[in-house]
C-alpha cells in the first residue's frame, strides 16, 4: 500500500523508454497532463482500480468475529483469511513487476482485476475456513499486478510535473477502498450476514473493474522488456546488499506488524463486554482512517523539522502512546488510542517508503516492490501473531505484541543513528 492506504509505496522508477526515432521534448508533448486528452479517463480509471484492489484485499477484516462464530473457529484462525491475502500479494508484487515489464503495465493490471474479481464473486460461498484461505491467498497474489505495474504506467504516461498528482489521486482510492470496504462490509454484515457483505463488495470491485478497463488510455510509451530472471535477480541483491534499504524494508514490516495486529483484532475487542458494541459501529471504526492520510501527508513537514530519524521515532512513539492508551477500558480513551496508532504509523510508513525512492539510484521499482514486499509480509504477521497473541491473553497480548514491533524500530532506527554517526566519522578523517 501508499502512505496513504496501508497497501503501497509512493516511488517510482520514472525511466521511460524512448524510441530512437523520438526526441525527448516529442516524447513528453504525447504524455498525458491535467486538463490535457485522456488526463481525467486515466485519474478516474486509476481511482477505481484502487478501490477495488484495497476493498477486496481487506474485505475480512472488520468481519473476523462473524466468520470466526459461523465456522466455530478462534481469532488466531479466522485472521489467516487476512493474513492470506496480504502474504499473496507480499510474494507475488515482485514476479508481476517483472511481467508488467515484459506484458505491458495496462495488460497486466487488467488480468490481475479480473482474476481477483471473479474470486471475489467466489469468496462467499467458501464451504470451510480452509477453503475461504485459499481463495484469500489467491485473490491477494492476483492483486499483487496493481501496485506493481499503476506507478510504472503513471510514470510512462504522465508528464513529470504532474506525475506526484496523479500518484495522489490513485492513492486516495487505495485509502478508499480500504476504509469503505471495511465500512461497508461491517453495516451490511449487521443485517445480512457476512457472507453477504464480502459478496456486495465483490459487486462492487467488478463494476469497478469494467470501468478501470474501459477507462483506462491505452500505453503509447510502454516498451516491453525481455524477462531476464538474471539481471532481476542481481538487482534485487544489490537493494538487499544495501545496509540502508535493509533497515527501512525492516522498520516497513515492523510498522505494518502492528498495523495488522490491531485492526485484525480491535472487533473481536469491541464487540465484546464491556464494550459490546454492533458490528456495522464496529466497522465505521475503520473511518480512523482518514487521520492516516492526514499524518501521512504532514509526514514531509515533519521530516523538515526532526529529519529522517527523528521523524521515525515520532511515529514510533505516537504508535506507543497508543497502543498504552488503548488497553483502558473507556470507550473515548481506545478511540483516543486508535487514533494516535494509526497517526503513528502512516507517518512512520510515509516516511520509510519516501526514503527507499531516494535512496535507490537505480532500479527504483524492484526497490520499490521489495518495500512492498516487506510491508505486505508484515502485515500477514500481525493479523497472524497479534491474533494469536489475543487468544492467549486478551487484548494485553496484542499490546504487547505491538510494543515489541515499535522497540524494533526504535532499535533499526538508533542503528542507523550510529551507523550515520560513524561514516561522518571516517569522511572527517578523510
Known amino acids: 500500500m501508499t502512505p496513504a492506504s496501508t497497501g503501497a509505496s509512493t516511488s517510482v522508477d520514472a525511466v521511460t523508454a524512448v524510441p530512437p526515432t523520438s526526441s525527448a521534448a516529442s516524447v513528453s508533448e504525447t504524455r498525458m497532463s491535467p486538463g490535457g486528452p485522456g488526463y481525467r479517463r486515466m485519474s478516474l480509471a486509476l481511482f477505481l482500480a484502487g478501490v477495488a484492489t484495497f476493498a477486496l484485499l481487506y474485505s475480512t477484516q472488520a468481519l473476523l468475529p462473524l466468520i470466526s462464530g459461523d465456522y466455530a473457529v478462534s481469532a488466531s484462525d479466522a485472521s489467516w483469511t487476512v493474513a492470506a491475502a496480504t502474504g499473496g500479494l507480499a510474494l507475488f508484487v515482485l514476479p508481476m513487476s517483472a511481467l508488467s515489464e515484459r506484458f505491458g503495465r495496462r495488460t497486466v493490471m487488467t488480468a490481475s482485476l479480473a482474476v481477483a474479481v471473479t474470486l471475489g464473486l467466489l469468496v462467499p460461498f467458501a464451504p470451510s475456513l480452509g477453503a475461504l484461505v485459499v481463495l484469500r491467498a489467491l485473490q491477494g497474489a492476483a492483486l499483487a499486478g496493481l501496485p506493481a505495474s499503476a506507478t510504472a504506467y503513471l510514470a510512462e504516461e504522465v508528464t513529470p510535473k504532474a506525475l506526484v498528482t496523479a500518484i495522489g489521486l490513485f492513492v486516495a482510492g487505495n485509502s478508499v477502498g480500504g476504509m469503505s470496504g471495511r465500512v461497508i462490509t461491517g453495516w451490511v454484515a449487521q443485517e445480512w450476514g457476512w457472507r453477504v457483505a464480502v459478496g456486495v463488495i465483490g459487486v462492487v470491485a467488478v463494476a469497478c473493474a469494467v470501468a478501470f478497463r474501459l477507462l483506462l488510455p491505452a500505453p503509447r510509451h510502454f516498451r516491453a522488456g525481455s524477462l531476464r530472471p538474471g539481471v532481476l535477480v542481481r538487482t534485487v541483491r544489490e537493494h538487499l546488499s544495501n545496509p540502508l534499504l535493509r533497515r527501512l524494508y525492516a522498520i516497513g514490516a515492523l510498522f505494518m506488524t502492528v498495523f495488522g495486529g490491531v485492526y485484525t ?101 524492484q526497490a520499490s516492490a521489495l518495500y512492498q514486499s516487506a510491508y505486505y509480509v508484515g502485515s500477514s504477521v500481525g493479523s497472524t501473531v497479534g491474533a494469536v497473541a489475543f487468544h492467549a491473553g486478551g487484548w494485553g497480548g496484542t499490546v504487547a505484541v505491538g510494543l515489541v514491533a515499535v522497540a524494533g524500530v526504535a532499535g533499526i532506527t538508533l542503528a542507523g543513528t550510529r551507523a550515520a554517526a560513524r561514516a561522518g566519522v571516517v569522511r572527517a578523517a578523510a
Open 265 to 365: 483484532v480491535i472487533g473481536y475487542r469491541l464487540t465484546s463486554a464491556p464494550f459490546s458494541l454492533p458490528q456495522g459501529i464496529v466497522g465505521s471504526i475503520f473511518l480512523v482512517y482518514l487521520v492516516g492520510t492526514v499524518s501521512a501527508s504532514a509526514a514531509g513537514r515533519l521530516v523538515g523539522r526532526l529529519g529522517r530519524r527523528g521523524a521515525l521515532y515520532a511515529g514510533g512513539g505516537t504508535t506507543a502512546a497508543g497502543l498504552v492508551l488503548s488497553l483502558a477500558e473507556s470507550l473515548p480513551v481506545v478511540l483516543l488510542g486508535l487514533v494516535l496508532i494509526t497517526a503513528g504509523f502512516f507517518a512512520g510508513h510515509a516516511v520509510a517508503s519516501s526514503a527507499v525512492g531516494n535512496t535507490a539510484t537505480v532500479g527504483r521499482a
